[in-house]
């Protein structure tokens, strides 16, 4: 299994600012996921982030919002940009299994916007 | 509209009978379907599996239960413990795995009283 380190583990940030969240994977990965946890609903796909190339955003998602960036096989980052109350959610980090089956997760960052 | 979906919020079970989770699902695509399990202020970690060409997957004190027709899976867990205690997470994928990301249901609150 691999090991996810996410930064922050939590924040708490004002309206109209962004924050910028860190994914490191212990090694490399084609591809890394980031969801989005609201409170009390499922864990959402944000987008799936390639290395090399522009992340693939799901419905509802738009890259001015979540800008996303993959540098290298063991590293993202996933911006929250332009923060309103109702971006408080668990924002976690991804990677499939070397199998291609299940799938590992970070701690999470859990953001609340004021 | 929810593709997986839990419709137990939470599940009370006491320490040692069995618990059983259940799970629907909408999407005929869904061909693997994964169980996580998540403790406050830590990531899902993956629990077990099932391929959509088995009925069922054993391992160790958990068991998943996939009937296709009725498009309805399930986890036991026996005997249940006071470790087991958490939230756990149905999730679906139509790739054969986590390797394209997964659609996830809200979530059971299992409670194992003593």
């Known amino acids: 299994s691999a090991v996810i380190s996410q930064k922050p583990s939590r924040d708490i940030c004002q309206r109209g600012t962004s924050l910028t969240i860190q994914c490191q994977v212990d090694s490399q990965v084609t591809m890394m996921f980031w969801y989005r946890q609201q409170p009390g609903q499922s864990l959402t796909l944000i987008a799936t982030a390639n290395q090399g190339s522009e992340a693939t955003y799901e419905s509802g998602f738009v890259i001015d919002k979540f800008p996303i960036s993959r540098p290298n096989l063991t590293f993202s980052t996933l911006t929250v940009s332009n923060m309103s109350p109702e971006d408080s959610s668990i924002y976690l980090c991804?990677?499939?299994?070397?199998?291609?089956?299940?799938?590992?997760f970070g701690q999470g960052t859990r953001l609340t916007v004021v | 509209d929810q593709q997986v979906k839990q419709n137990s919020p939470s599940l009370s079970v006491q320490e040692g009978r069995i618990s059983i989770l259940n799970c629907d699902y909408t999407?005929?695509?869904?061909?693997?379907f994964l169980w996580y399990k998540k403790y406050p202020a830590e990531g899902p970690t993956f629990l077990i599996s099932?391929?959509?060409?088995?009925d069922k997957n054993e391992d160790g004190r958990f068991t998943v239960f996939l009937n296709k027709s009725a498009k309805h899976l399930s986890l036991h867990i026996v005997p249940s413990q006071p470790g087991d205690s958490a939230v756990y997470f149905c999730?679906?994928?139509?790739?054969?795995?986590?390797?394209?990301?997964?659609?996830f249901g809200k979530g059971t609150h299992l409670i194992i009283q003593p």
């Open positions: 999407n005929s695509m869904f061909d693997y």
């Open positions: 099932i391929s959509s060409i088995k």
């Open positions: 991804s990677v499939a299994g070397t199998g291609g089956t299940e799938a590992f």
């Open positions: 999730a679906a994928s139509s790739s054969g795995g986590g390797a394209d990301g997964l659609t």
